[in-house]
């Protein structure tokens, strides 16, 4: 027989982990591409109303994509330490939840930090410190594209963990 609340909570913990990566792999294959190519003011007009979405939309997906997966390891687990911590599968599956806690604690602190700084200068009617701007742009690429890739290691492992045990 079916296992409802198992399927449930790996349903909910795929679907918010594709919203992640997803959004993720969108700024970076998508926007970081196309904005660039638009002429500047409405690039800046994207970005105005782009930024306070992402900056909610991906954090808000991250969250629920550990909330729920780490539920889901501990259910798989009965909630037993030694298979938990014991076995080859419970670690793998603690190492993609640690790994996922630390790309969100990246993506907020340098992803978020730099987009919020990054809106509040094309906020302003004439900003006259172009480098700090385009400093601040960097660093957001950098940062979208290191947790992109860190996401298709943790999705690399949890394919694996789902063949092999």
């Known amino acids: 027989m079916v296992d409802l609340v198992a399927l449930t909570l790996r349903y909910l913990h795929i679907a918010f982990g594709i919203a992640w990566i997803g959004g993720l792999a969108y700024g970076v294959g998508v926007l970081r591409l196309a904005l660039p190519r638009a002429d500047p003011p409405a690039s800046q007009g994207v970005l105005r ?16 994509t550990i909330l729920f997966g780490a539920v889901l390891y501990l259910y798989m687990g009965v909630f037993d330490p030694t298979i938990l911590l014991g076995s ?78």
């Open 88 to 165: 080859i599968w419970g670690l793998l599956l603690l190492s993609s939840l640690l790994l996922a806690l630390g790309t969100f604690a990246y993506g907020t602190v340098w992803g978020i930090g730099s987009a919020k700084k990054f809106l509040t200068h094309l906020e302003e009617e004439a900003c006259d410190h172009r480098d700090v701007v385009v400093g601040l742009q960097r660093r957001f690429n950098r940062v979208q594209i290191g947790a992109l890739v860190l996401g298709l290691i943790i999705i690399g492992i949890m394919v694996y963990v789902g063949q092999a045990f």
């Open 49 to 64: 109303h782009l930024i306070p979405i992402a900056i909610r939309y991906i954090p808000f997906a991250a969250v629920m």
